[in-house]
């Protein structure tokens, strides 16, 4: 697990200063080590979290003459096999690191070489006899890859931050901004800022000649056509195919755990690993308020599997640690469970080095309740449009008030989208400023176009129902836009690295090629597997509805956050694409209790810290303090 930056063009010198300035900015991705590798015309360079082949694994690598080398962000789990098939045709290794197969599979297999690789990665190689840069990223997008062309070439890194400081232009993509405020995140291949892209997941871009090729076609994810099985064969195979998934993510040469939110996702997670090991560490985070915190429901599964358990109480506090997130991320982003999600990252790499987590699991087996009412689309769409009209305008009435019961207010977010297209429903549910919220919610969403991104998902995966439907947009939009930068930003600023077996892509063909009845059947979501863990998991843990990783952030913003949240919204200066008039009217009825606005204040919020912190690179105080300290020999002590 790295850091990976590098750079085409410049002066060798020049190149190499350049990289050595990102890498700086990486350091909590790779605490134990830095390489740099220079060639004819690129420098490449990472920061290690050393996790296989702890002596000899330091990156870059390359190949026998070196004359090609890379540099990976991730792990590469079925390094051994693609080792294997490259020494009986000849290739010499120098090192049992999962990082040297790359330059080498290059070598014999060119650019298709990704589609070789199993695993959760990043990478960058140099080809010095063709004067190519190849940039590829996994086919889910677990582990991010950003870049810019120069004036002289093209710049890449694991975060925004690094390239911003090389001088890489700030100007803001309004359009992006736009993307952000619909949907709670920057969808690849946008970022924040105009000059700097995100590699899509499943692409590998080539750089030569001072021009650039993208390249999607080494893995598409496909829900057609449907597999001929029936549920006692469905079972065995879901059986086999999780023990696989969890089995190859245990592979480590440092101490590893597990997530625990007591979930199901994770639950069964934690379930596989204790089958494979003989001691598993779980790491649970809670809060004050009880109906946010599922610390109960964790320690139920860490006593049935005689887990090395650890639990954790974040309080309004932890927001303290906003800026530095914030920084990581590069971009705003809406997901309040980053703050929880880094400090189970946070408790668990004071034991360990690897995580494993439960991540995907609901976009895996269609646990949210926009499936839900994606499976009753088709029932939905046969009622007459009167009726439903009249149900929207009845459930419109709910209270919206702070005190509202979450049942009412799920009732009165279903209600205002019955009616409305599949795509438009979907919409609706997840988005932030949608056109239902009046002018200001139009000129976002005219202006980010999120239904055509929903179009491309829908080509992409050829979904022939409403459920699938809604599965393709999410592995296409939400996953690499939120769930996934989310635990990569989370974990990395621990210097924990992250796993996550229910992502594993052979898991995912296999369930998405199941026919939508065995994940969804008679109202109850991710039926088959909880069907597999009967028996194996508490049956309080299968009952459970879905409950989310969310933070109490609506009180808090009334409560002890409310002075961040007035210095923040009230006195925002001029942004593009804000309406300041609807940010003051949003806050005033949210703090007044008047209206629980809470995902649209804290994606606000979040974007006027990512104008202070990233586009204006404001310090904190404790920033500022640290870099007195520093700058009179002392080790620093604020935040990286």
Known sequence: ????????????????????????????????????????????????????????????????????????????????????????????????????????????????????????????????????????????????????????????????????????????????????????????????????????????????????????????????????????????????????????????DVPLGAFLSGGLDSSTVVAFMAANSQTVRTFAIGFPESDFSELKYAKLVAERFSTQHQEFIVEPSALDVLPMLVRHLGNPFADSSIVPTYYVAKVAREHVTVALNGDGGDELFAGYDRYRLARMGSMLDRIPKPALMTIAKLTNRLPRASWTPRVIRRARRAGAVLGSPPDARYLALVGYFTARDGPYGESVESRARPLDLFDEAIREGMPANDLDRVLAIDYRTYLPGDLLVKMDIATMAASLEGRSPLLDHELIEFVGHLPANQKFRSGQSKYLLRKLMKGILPDEILARSKMGFGIPVGRWMRGPLRPLVQDALLDMPERPVVDRAVVRGLVGDHLSGRADHTPRLWALLMLELWFRYVVEGVSTSNERQASHVNSAGASPTGLR
């Open 1 to 252: 697990m790295c850091g990976i930056a590098g750079v085409v063009g410049p002066d060798g010198q020049v190149a190499e200063q350049q990289v050595r300035a990102m890498l700086g900015q990486l350091q909590h991705r790779g605490p134990d080590d830095e390489g740099l590798r220079s060639g004819s015309g690129a420098v490449l360079g990472a920061r290690r979290l050393a996790i296989i082949d702890l002596v000899h694994g330091n990156q870059p690598m390359a190949n026998e003459d070196g004359t090609i080398f890379a540099v990976q962000n991730g792990e590469i789990y079925n390094f051994q096999d693609v080792r294997r098939d490259l020494e009986q045709r000849g290739h010499v290794f120098k090192t049992q690191n999962d990082s040297e197969v790359l330059p080498h599979a290059y070598e014999e297999y060119g650019d298709e070489f990704v589609s070789r690789l199993r695993g959760m990665f990043a990478l960058a190689l140099w080809d010095e006899r063709r004067g190519k840069l190849l940039l590829a990223r996994d086919r889910l997008g677990k582990k991010p890859l950003v870049y810019a062309q120069t004036p002289t070439g093209i710049a890449f890194a694991s975060e925004i931050q690094a390239l911003l400081a090389v001088g890489v232009d700030r100007t803001v993509d309004e359009t992006a901004l736009a993307q952000y405020l619909s949907l709670g995140y920057v969808p690849p291949p946008r970022t924040g800022f105009a000059a700097i892209r995100s590699l899509r997941p499943a692409t590998f871009l080539t750089f030569s000649g001072g021009g650039i090729r993208e390249d999607r076609s080494y893995w598409r994810l496909s829900f057609e056509p449907k597999a001929e099985i029936g549920e006692p064969e469905a079972l065995d195979r879901l059986r086999s195919v999780l023990d696989e998934a969890v089995r190859i993510r245990l592979m480590s």
